[in-house]
T-cell receptor, first 114, second 109 residues
Protein backbone atom coordinates (compact mmCIF):
# COMPACT_ATOMS: atom_id res chain seq x y z
CA UNK A 1 0.00 0.00 0.00
CA UNK A 2 1.22 3.49 -0.80
CA UNK A 3 1.34 5.99 1.98
CA UNK A 4 3.29 7.92 4.57
CA UNK A 5 4.83 6.18 7.55
CA UNK A 6 5.79 8.08 10.66
CA UNK A 7 7.71 6.60 13.53
CA UNK A 8 7.68 6.32 16.41
CA UNK A 9 3.99 6.84 17.15
CA UNK A 10 4.74 7.84 20.73
CA UNK A 11 8.03 9.20 22.07
CA UNK A 12 9.14 10.38 25.48
CA UNK A 13 12.16 12.56 25.92
CA UNK A 14 13.99 14.11 28.79
CA UNK A 15 14.65 17.82 28.73
CA UNK A 16 17.87 18.72 26.97
CA UNK A 17 17.85 15.72 24.63
CA UNK A 18 17.59 15.87 20.87
CA UNK A 19 15.14 13.49 19.22
CA UNK A 20 14.57 12.57 15.58
CA UNK A 21 11.17 11.73 14.12
CA UNK A 22 11.09 9.60 11.00
CA UNK A 23 8.90 10.20 7.95
CA UNK A 24 8.99 7.90 4.92
CA UNK A 25 6.73 7.96 1.87
CA UNK A 26 6.41 5.54 -1.04
CA UNK A 27 4.06 7.72 -3.08
CA UNK A 28 6.87 9.10 -5.26
CA UNK A 29 5.89 12.61 -4.17
CA UNK A 30 8.31 15.48 -4.68
CA UNK A 31 7.23 17.70 -1.80
CA UNK A 32 7.25 16.87 1.90
CA UNK A 33 6.20 18.85 4.98
CA UNK A 34 6.36 18.83 8.75
CA UNK A 35 3.56 20.33 10.84
CA UNK A 36 3.15 20.69 14.58
CA UNK A 37 -0.22 20.53 16.32
CA UNK A 38 -0.93 21.58 19.92
CA UNK A 39 -4.13 20.55 21.75
CA UNK A 40 -7.25 22.23 20.39
CA UNK A 41 -5.32 24.14 17.77
CA UNK A 42 -4.68 23.93 14.07
CA UNK A 43 -1.50 22.80 12.38
CA UNK A 44 1.56 25.03 12.11
CA UNK A 45 4.19 24.53 9.41
CA UNK A 46 7.71 23.78 10.65
CA UNK A 47 9.68 22.97 7.48
CA UNK A 48 8.94 21.91 3.94
CA UNK A 49 10.93 20.52 1.05
CA UNK A 50 9.98 20.64 -2.61
CA UNK A 51 12.93 18.66 -3.98
CA UNK A 52 15.78 16.50 -2.71
CA UNK A 53 18.60 18.38 -0.99
CA UNK A 54 16.49 21.51 -0.60
CA UNK A 55 14.16 22.67 2.16
CA UNK A 56 12.66 25.90 3.49
CA UNK A 57 11.68 27.13 6.92
CA UNK A 58 8.02 27.34 7.76
CA UNK A 59 6.41 29.55 10.36
CA UNK A 60 7.90 27.91 13.48
CA UNK A 61 11.31 26.49 12.44
CA UNK A 62 13.28 27.62 15.50
CA UNK A 63 14.55 24.65 17.51
CA UNK A 64 14.00 22.18 14.67
CA UNK A 65 16.17 20.83 11.87
CA UNK A 66 15.49 18.64 8.82
CA UNK A 67 17.30 16.92 5.99
CA UNK A 68 16.17 15.68 2.57
CA UNK A 69 18.87 13.35 1.28
CA UNK A 70 16.41 10.99 -0.39
CA UNK A 71 13.09 11.63 -2.10
CA UNK A 72 11.35 9.12 0.17
CA UNK A 73 12.60 10.43 3.51
CA UNK A 74 12.24 13.70 5.43
CA UNK A 75 13.33 13.27 9.07
CA UNK A 76 12.71 15.98 11.65
CA UNK A 77 15.06 16.58 14.59
CA UNK A 78 13.64 18.33 17.62
CA UNK A 79 16.63 19.91 19.31
CA UNK A 80 17.16 20.98 22.90
CA UNK A 81 16.76 24.56 21.69
CA UNK A 82 13.02 24.00 21.17
CA UNK A 83 11.49 25.51 24.30
CA UNK A 84 8.21 23.64 24.35
CA UNK A 85 8.52 20.49 22.21
CA UNK A 86 5.60 18.50 23.64
CA UNK A 87 3.17 18.25 20.72
CA UNK A 88 1.67 16.09 17.98
CA UNK A 89 3.90 16.11 14.88
CA UNK A 90 2.51 15.42 11.42
CA UNK A 91 4.38 14.69 8.23
CA UNK A 92 2.76 15.20 4.85
CA UNK A 93 3.61 14.94 1.17
CA UNK A 94 2.23 16.18 -2.11
CA UNK A 95 2.88 15.26 -5.71
CA UNK A 96 3.70 18.86 -6.48
CA UNK A 97 1.93 22.16 -6.03
CA UNK A 98 -0.75 21.92 -3.32
CA UNK A 99 -2.67 24.71 -5.04
CA UNK A 100 -4.15 22.16 -7.41
CA UNK A 101 -3.47 18.91 -5.59
CA UNK A 102 -3.76 17.57 -2.11
CA UNK A 103 -1.65 16.88 0.94
CA UNK A 104 -1.37 13.31 2.17
CA UNK A 105 -0.68 13.02 5.89
CA UNK A 106 0.89 10.36 8.05
CA UNK A 107 -0.70 9.21 11.30
CA UNK A 108 1.52 11.44 13.41
CA UNK A 109 4.07 11.16 16.19
CA UNK A 110 3.22 12.30 19.69
CA UNK A 111 6.24 13.68 21.54
CA UNK A 112 6.16 14.21 25.29
CA UNK A 113 8.98 15.89 27.18
CA UNK A 114 9.29 14.68 30.76
CA UNK B 1 -3.71 38.02 6.74
CA UNK B 2 -4.13 34.45 5.54
CA UNK B 3 -6.69 33.44 8.14
CA UNK B 4 -10.13 32.06 7.53
CA UNK B 5 -13.03 32.30 9.99
CA UNK B 6 -15.08 29.25 10.93
CA UNK B 7 -17.54 28.51 13.75
CA UNK B 8 -15.91 26.68 16.66
CA UNK B 9 -18.40 23.83 16.58
CA UNK B 10 -21.56 22.58 14.87
CA UNK B 11 -23.95 19.73 15.47
CA UNK B 12 -25.91 17.65 13.00
CA UNK B 13 -28.28 14.72 13.01
CA UNK B 14 -27.30 11.54 11.26
CA UNK B 15 -28.58 11.18 7.68
CA UNK B 16 -29.21 14.94 7.39
CA UNK B 17 -27.22 17.43 5.26
CA UNK B 18 -24.57 19.58 6.92
CA UNK B 19 -23.47 23.02 5.76
CA UNK B 20 -20.12 24.14 7.19
CA UNK B 21 -19.44 27.84 6.56
CA UNK B 22 -16.13 29.62 6.11
CA UNK B 23 -15.32 33.31 5.68
CA UNK B 24 -12.19 34.41 3.81
CA UNK B 25 -12.85 38.07 3.15
CA UNK B 26 -9.23 38.98 2.25
CA UNK B 27 -8.75 36.24 -0.30
CA UNK B 28 -6.86 37.09 -3.47
CA UNK B 29 -8.04 36.24 -6.93
CA UNK B 30 -5.71 33.28 -7.36
CA UNK B 31 -6.03 31.64 -3.91
CA UNK B 32 -7.73 28.28 -3.87
CA UNK B 33 -9.99 27.25 -1.00
CA UNK B 34 -9.15 23.86 0.50
CA UNK B 35 -11.03 21.73 3.02
CA UNK B 36 -9.49 19.00 5.13
CA UNK B 37 -10.88 17.04 8.05
CA UNK B 38 -9.18 15.39 11.01
CA UNK B 39 -10.37 12.55 13.22
CA UNK B 40 -8.99 12.34 16.77
CA UNK B 41 -5.32 11.35 16.97
CA UNK B 42 -5.01 11.04 13.20
CA UNK B 43 -3.54 13.12 10.43
CA UNK B 44 -5.86 15.37 8.42
CA UNK B 45 -7.56 13.99 5.34
CA UNK B 46 -8.19 15.93 2.12
CA UNK B 47 -11.86 16.63 1.42
CA UNK B 48 -12.15 19.03 -1.51
CA UNK B 49 -10.76 22.24 -3.01
CA UNK B 50 -11.85 24.86 -5.54
CA UNK B 51 -11.15 28.28 -7.01
CA UNK B 52 -14.29 29.94 -8.32
CA UNK B 53 -17.08 27.62 -9.28
CA UNK B 54 -18.82 24.99 -7.19
CA UNK B 55 -17.07 21.64 -6.92
CA UNK B 56 -18.35 18.14 -6.22
CA UNK B 57 -16.63 14.90 -5.38
CA UNK B 58 -17.57 11.62 -3.73
CA UNK B 59 -17.08 13.05 -0.24
CA UNK B 60 -18.68 16.49 -0.39
CA UNK B 61 -19.64 19.59 -2.35
CA UNK B 62 -18.00 23.00 -2.12
CA UNK B 63 -20.07 26.10 -2.79
CA UNK B 64 -18.01 29.26 -3.32
CA UNK B 65 -19.70 32.66 -3.16
CA UNK B 66 -19.62 34.77 -6.28
CA UNK B 67 -17.38 37.38 -4.60
CA UNK B 68 -15.22 34.54 -3.19
CA UNK B 69 -15.30 36.02 0.31
CA UNK B 70 -16.99 32.94 1.74
CA UNK B 71 -17.57 29.29 0.98
CA UNK B 72 -19.61 26.40 2.33
CA UNK B 73 -18.69 22.74 2.59
CA UNK B 74 -21.74 20.54 2.14
CA UNK B 75 -21.95 16.98 3.42
CA UNK B 76 -25.08 15.63 1.79
CA UNK B 77 -25.93 12.96 4.38
CA UNK B 78 -23.96 13.08 7.60
CA UNK B 79 -22.91 9.81 9.19
CA UNK B 80 -21.26 9.14 12.53
CA UNK B 81 -17.98 8.67 10.66
CA UNK B 82 -18.17 12.30 9.51
CA UNK B 83 -17.66 13.55 13.08
CA UNK B 84 -14.32 15.35 12.90
CA UNK B 85 -12.61 18.75 12.90
CA UNK B 86 -13.10 20.42 9.52
CA UNK B 87 -10.50 22.94 8.35
CA UNK B 88 -11.15 25.60 5.75
CA UNK B 89 -7.81 26.74 4.35
CA UNK B 90 -6.58 29.40 2.00
CA UNK B 91 -3.60 28.37 -0.05
CA UNK B 92 -0.83 30.77 0.75
CA UNK B 93 2.46 31.47 -1.04
CA UNK B 94 2.23 28.59 -3.46
CA UNK B 95 3.02 25.46 -1.50
CA UNK B 96 1.99 26.55 1.98
CA UNK B 97 -1.39 25.74 3.48
CA UNK B 98 -2.25 27.54 6.72
CA UNK B 99 -4.53 25.54 9.03
CA UNK B 100 -6.70 27.42 11.54
CA UNK B 101 -8.51 25.89 14.53
CA UNK B 102 -11.32 24.51 12.36
CA UNK B 103 -14.92 23.55 13.15
CA UNK B 104 -15.67 20.58 15.39
CA UNK B 105 -18.57 18.71 13.81
CA UNK B 106 -20.62 16.49 16.10
CA UNK B 107 -23.09 14.05 14.56
CA UNK B 108 -25.97 12.73 16.64
CA UNK B 109 -27.57 9.37 15.99
Amino acid sequence: DGGITQSPKYLFRKEGQNVTLSCEQNLNHDAMYWYRQDPGQGLRLIYYSQIVNDFQKGDIAEGYSVSREKKESFPLTVTSAQKNPTAFYLCASSIGDVRTGELFFGEGSRLTVL
Amino acid sequence: DAKTTQPNSMESNEEEPVHLPCNHSTISGTDYIHWYRQLPSQGPEYVIHGLTSNVNNRMASLAIAEDRKSSTLILHRATLRDAAVYYCIREVYGNKLVFGAGTILRVKS
